[in-house]
């Protein structure tokens, strides 16, 4: 069974710095990419960054370029989101997003969500 577990938040204040971790298990065959997404409460998701490829070109979304950093450890099965700069507007829960290609059948897949609060 697929499974992505996020981890990392926490309360940090504004101009600090968090490392959140997805790490994922279950991925039987096909290709797949990483997605993180966040959603503050009565908001839609929002795309912070998307990797197509295991180890490829990142893109961000625009109010995160520059102050974050998607990368990918293929040894631990684990993708993270290196967060910079942080701002009270970051304050959101982080999900991770994996896209897996099984033949010719595209299956979408969602972590709990970890919590992040930037405060002082």
């Known amino acids: 069974q697929v499974q992505l577990v996020e981890s990392g938040g926490g309360l940090v204040q504004p101009g600090g710095s968090v490392r959140l971790s997805c790490a994922y298990s279950g991925f039987t065959s096909g290709t797949y990419a990483m997605r993180w997404y966040r959603q503050t409460p009565g908001e839609e998701r929002e795309l912070v960054a998307a990797m197509y490829n295991a180890g490829g070109t990142v893109k961000y979304g625009a109010s995160v370029k520059g102050r974050f950093t998607f990368s990918s450890d293929t040894d631990k099965s684990t993708v993270y989101l290196q967060m910079n700069s942080l701002e009270p507007e970051d304050t959101a829960v982080y999900y991770c997003?994996?896209?897996?290609?099984?033949?010719?059948?595209?299956?979408?897949?969602w972590g709990q969500g970890t919590q992040v609060t930037v405060s002082s």
């Open positions: 997003n994996a896209l897996v290609v099984v033949s010719t059948t595209t299956y979408e897949y």
